[in-house]
């Protein structure tokens, strides 16, 4: 990731990162850890993204989504569908590699109202050339395992690019951003 990389120069809305007892985090991990505080709240755009590998996986209960064309759509696709999204707290436990934070997030799902509040252990794992490698948001400190739930992880994958219109450059980002703002 480029020293010049700042919470300013991506845009990042959350920037204050909020700390455990003793645990220190470089101004480089800073940007990282509000950049995913921001797509976790549903704000997502592409400088947000281009702090990730293009080969990055998002791993969660309900997908496993690798490579930019997938996670991208997973970050564009939560405020298509839940509106508002509030983090209600977070905490970073651990400054290494991955960087461990603890969320708690409240979605309403968008027209019905009904809400739910999720708690995770977020875990983000950062590649040799500064950038998002991995980002597992664990429900609970828990990803599913065993063939059927894998199956479908990988089917939610593969769907939801499907559906989800991921911008394909600055003028269309800022065009998405501005509905997201107003509401519609």
Do not use: C
Request: net charge neutral.
């Amino acid at each position: 990731m480029p020293s010049t990389t700042s919470f300013e120069s991506i845009g990042i809305k959350n920037t204050r990162v909020n700390t455990a007892p003793g645990v220190n985090l470089s101004s480089d991990q800073r940007v990282l850890v509000g950049s995913v505080l921001d797509l976790f709240a549903g704000n997502p755009t592409l400088k947000h993204l281009s702090l990730w590998s293009q080969d990055a996986t998002f791993a969660d209960p309900l997908t496993v989504a690798s490579g930019y064309k997938r996670f991208a759509a997973q970050w564009y696709g939560l405020p298509a569908l839940f509106n508002p999204i509030q983090i209600q707290s977070h905490s970073v436990t651990s400054a290494g590699n991955p960087i461990e934070m603890e969320l708690s997030n409240k979605y309403s799902l968008k027209g019905v109202g009904t809400t739910q509040t999720i708690n995770s252990v977020v875990r983000i794992e950062v590649g040799q050339d500064g950038k998002i490698g991995r980002v597992e948001d664990r429900w609970n400190d828990k990803l599913p395992e065993g063939v059927i739930s894998e199956a479908f992880r990988q089917l939610n994958a593969r769907t939801v690019p499907v559906f989800v219109t991921v911008p394909k450059n600055e003028e269309e980002d800022t065009k998405l951003q501005k509905s997201r703002e107003g509401g519609s």
